[in-house]
């Protein structure tokens, strides 16, 4: 499952059926696992955020998120996460991906994780703009225990060039 898939997903409460909010972005930590979500926030000025841990999400799928109850909806300070997908200081979509020998592989477009291994990152979308994606399509690259989240860019091992090229074939036939 992708995470962009899950962005304005309605949030409910399985004890009383209530909506809490919705999905407006995801925590990663650096060990690449998805630490909770972050709700939609009314105040635009607020350094304050409304998350949910990911052990504290009962269920997902495609039309909603479920959560134990509504004491799960915790407040925390924006600056106090390190991580984020899609907004923040520290945000995974757009950033660059690099290996270790300086070599621009592309951007950050998507992060798949899958269901039934929780709440670990399995890969990442890679875009190399738009004219790239239209000739060649995007690129996915399978997460490995040496892919570090840097300050401005992902660093990947040496060689993942030709493992985002394995992945390319096995992704499309």
């Known amino acids: 499952m992708k995470l962009q898939e899950m962005i304005g997903l309605a949030v409910f409460d399985v004890e009383d059926g209530k909506q809490v909010g919705k999905i407006q972005d995801f925590i990663v930590s650096d060990d690449w696992k998805i630490e909770g ?56 979509k757009e950033r660059s991906v690099l290996t270790e020998e300086g070599l621009l592989l592309g951007r950050i477009s998507d992060v798949y994780f899958d269901q039934e291994l929780g709440n670990t990152i399995i890969g990442i979308e890679i875009t190399d703009g738009f004219v790239s994606d239209l000739i060649e399509g995007r690129k996915w690259l399978p997460c490995t225990s040496d892919m570090s989240i840097g300050e401005n860019a992902v660093m990947v091992p040496p060689l993942s060039e030709q493992r985002l090229e394995n992945a390319i074939h096995s992704v499309n036939g």
């Open 37 to 92: 979500i972050e709700l939609e926030n009314k105040g635009l000025f607020t350094s304050h955020v409304k998350i949910v841990q990911w052990q504290d999400i009962v269920a997902y799928g495609e039309d909603a998120v479920m959560i134990r109850n509504q004491q799960a909806v915790r407040k925390t300070g924006a600056d106090d996460i390190k991580h984020t997908y899609l907004l923040g200081q520290s945000k995974l």
